[in-house]
């Protein structure tokens, strides 16, 4: 299988930490989102991917897009270590969790977006922060309450799931953006957890061999 | 089943469609996103739904939130009309078109996006037109694509799919705000295709009670 994928995309990071998990051996293949205008929009890369984003996931004759098809997919295909329990209603928890990350928080301060706003809002760098604390902010205050009723070692009790593969590359981008992580306490334990993990030491950006220093 | 919605929010439009297509009866309880700052935002819905936003499902003492949650949990309870094929290849691709609205064109344009724009950055009402234009095209170019090779009757083939529950609210967000939609001569036959199916027809914006003309 052969992932593409970008050190520093937090959807890549996703795929990443699934596949570790499962124990799957992937070939990792660059896509660098930046350089040139951004590889992703070159006819090699959007043949594979109508969207222009990272990751792409080529397995054999099958290519995927979007991370929580992909990783949903491999869950199907490689159900082993599985990233969703069997109760149904636990499951829908951990997928609103994960949505929670990837439909409110990701998507918004996505490089693209941030983009747009400086070239067509004139939006200034410090502006760019402002606006992706804002929705990291917004977004954790839910996931906080949600960690409170539910986690345990991790985001649903003491099995890494879903939730766990979308909120650690989260957390790791407000890291790197310096927002004040103290009110959120048990996201932070949660993230702590998981980061002693294998599968989540070996999909760390500064673990690939595209890493930038 | 109780579902908490508003009229025009494309994500409890989504619920709506899942719901009729599975035959499934339900209340539909109003949360109005606008009047009085937002109804989302008052204790009596946050202690449902910590992300104040819509929709909210309580099917007796579950209470879920995230659209394609609370449909996936529908379609594991309720499974006799399938959003899914069970060949894991395409039930991928199919959720790989979902989340292309749920996660690239929907979170951009939200009600609460759109006023943190206007109130942060000074943007004028003609800016929100061109940023949601913007996000939208940028989407349903990828979408396009992914129906020219695809689609039937339907987004994926001749049965209607989570693909098809996801594109429909978004269309009708497009019509709405006047993007033109001549460059998706498949996205728009596809839409028409779903808008003449009584699940479709129940689940429109206009037909809700809390509908305002």
Same mark, same amino acid.
């Not at 992703?40 to 043949?47: F, G, I, L, M, N």
């Not at 990233?83 to 998507?107: G, M, S, T």
């Not at 760098?125 to 906080?144: C, P, Q, R, Y």
């Not at 030491?201 to 890493?211: G, K």
């Given at each position: 299988?052969?992932?593409?994928?970008?050190?520093?995309? +937090?959807?890549?990071?996703?795929?990443?930490?699934?596949?570790?998990?499962?124990?799957?051996?992937?070939?990792?293949?660059?896509?660098?989102?930046?350089?040139?205008?951004?590889?992703?929009?070159?006819?090699?890369?959007?043949?594979?991917?109508?969207?222009?984003?990272?990751?792409?996931?080529? &397995?054999?004759?099958?290519?995927?897009?979007?991370?929580?098809?992909?990783?949903?997919?491999?869950? &199907?295909?490689?159900? +082993?270590?599985?990233?969703?329990?069997?109760?149904?209603? %636990?499951?829908?928890?951990?997928?609103?969790?994960?949505? &929670?990350? %990837?439909?409110?928080?990701?998507? =918004?301060?996505?490089?693209?977006?941030?983009?747009? !706003? =400086?070239?067509?809002?004139?939006?200034?760098? +410090? &502006?760019?922060?402002?606006?992706?604390?804002?929705?990291?902010? !917004?977004?954790?205050?839910?996931?906080?309450?949600?960690?409170?009723?539910?986690?345990?070692?991790?985001?649903?009790?003491?099995?890494?799931?879903? %939730?766990?593969?979308?909120?650690?590359?989260? =957390?790791?981008?407000?890291?790197?953006?310096?927002?004040?992580?103290?009110?959120?306490?048990?996201?932070?334990? =949660?993230?702590?957890?998981?980061?002693?993990?294998?599968?989540?030491?070996?999909?760390?950006?500064?673990?690939?061999?595209?890493?930038?220093?």
């Amino acid at each position: 299988m052969k992932l593409y994928g970008y050190w520093r995309s +937090s959807a890549a990071y996703r795929v990443r930490i699934a596949m570790h998990l499962k124990g799957l051996t992937f070939e990792s293949i660059p896509v660098h989102l930046v350089k040139e205008g951004g590889e992703q929009h070159k006819d090699a890369y959007t043949e594979l991917n109508s969207t222009h984003l990272v990751p792409t996931l080529v &397995d054999e004759d099958v290519t995927l897009h979007q991370s929580i098809a992909i990783i949903e997919y491999l869950d &199907d295909k490689y159900p +082993s270590v599985a990233i969703y329990p069997k109760n149904i209603v %636990a499951k829908a928890k951990i997928k609103a969790l994960a949505l &929670d990350v %990837a439909c409110e928080i990701h998507p =918004v301060n996505n490089l693209r977006v941030q983009q747009y !706003l =400086v070239n067509n809002f004139s939006l200034q760098e +410090s &502006d760019k922060l402002t606006w992706s604390h804002h929705w990291m902010n !917004l977004g954790f205050v839910a996931i906080e309450h949600q960690l409170k009723l539910n986690s345990g070692e991790y985001c649903f009790g003491d099995n890494i799931t879903m %939730a766990d593969i979308c909120l650690v590359p989260q =957390v790791y981008n407000a890291y790197r953006f310096n927002l004040d992580m103290s009110k959120f306490p048990n996201i932070c334990r =949660v993230a702590e957890n998981c980061n002693r993990h294998p599968a989540f030491i070996a999909s760390l950006p500064e673990n690939q061999a595209d890493a930038q220093n």
